[in-house]
């Protein structure tokens, strides 16, 4: 049921990174969560809670490969990582629950990022289609720098809290017993590999030097458009550096 998340991108760009970040997509997550401990015993859970979480992972990284628009590319993005964590809460044991919540902080502070990003690019491009963007990321570089960073926690590039979360999963998966236990990671791997993909293809889109056109016309952000991002990119690193501080908390 992810079609009306791409749908609400017509939102302006600060309600986008609250609703799709933080809030309102992360409800059926927090139903899930709550849930799991109870229903994870019983014979249906968890086929239906991973399989279709790993199906909505896959489903949406692809789909976010063959979008233009920023803001698509992050809307199938989020239907792609809310699949991900839906499929770790689904597991139903304390580590994998640990890891879900791990792996719902860090989506919130990268996308709110990515989003805020998107409109900073719209505000002073007047476009979001990244064909018709060049040569951003020399233009306008604390924008393409804290953007980055939020992709590649996006992808789990180390040393980045997006990365510390996804190692967590990979161990409460590598944990799970049963004959066909190897399935899950299978998908998430895949669907890891798609994750890489479409955050390549956000930042290169958006920043990225096209060949054979000029550089977009564009002004630098003020502080106050870029203080919020800086501030959400700083939690990514810390937490990221210092994951054992959080764990504990």
């Not at 020399?138 to 590039?157: F, H, K």
């Not at 236990?181 to 890891?192: C, N, R």
């Not at 016309?217 to 203080?227: G, H, Q, V």
Request: hydrophobic share 55%.
């Amino acid at each position: 049921f992810h079609f009306w998340l791409p749908g609400a991108m017509a939102a302006p760009t600060p309600v986008s990174a609250y609703l799709h970040a933080a809030a309102m997509v992360k409800a059926g997550v927090y139903l899930v969560a709550r849930l799991a401990p109870g229903f994870s015993e019983t014979m249906f859970w968890g086929p239906l809670a991973v399989g279709i979480g790993i199906l909505t992972m896959i489903i949406g990284g692809y789909r976010a490969l063959k979008q233009y628009d920023l803001k698509l590319i992050l809307a199938f993005g989020t239907v792609s990582q809310l699949g991900f964590i839906i499929s770790i809460f689904g597991l139903g044991n304390a580590d994998a629950a640990f890891a879900a919540l791990a792996l719902t902080l860090a989506h919130g502070l990268f996308k709110a990022t990515l989003f805020l990003a998107v409109g900073i690019v719209d505000h002073n491009t007047g476009t979001r289609d990244i064909r018709r963007l060049s040569g951003l990321g020399r233009s306008m570089p604390v924008l393409a720098t804290v953007a980055t960073l939020a992709a590649a926690s996006m992808a789990g590039i180390p040393p980045l809290y997006g990365f510390v979360a996804k190692e967590s999963v990979f161990d409460a998966l590598l944990h799970q017993g049963g004959p066909l236990a190897w399935l899950p990671v299978a998908g998430i791997v895949l669907g890891t590999g798609l994750t890489v993909a479409y955050s390549l293809r956000f930042v290169l889109g958006a920043f990225g030097r096209k060949r054979g056109m000029q550089p977009t016309a564009c002004k630098r952000p003020s502080l106050i458009f870029l203080a919020p991002l800086l501030v959400l990119t700083a939690g990514t690193v810390v937490l990221g550096v210092l994951p054992g501080w959080w764990s504990r908390w």
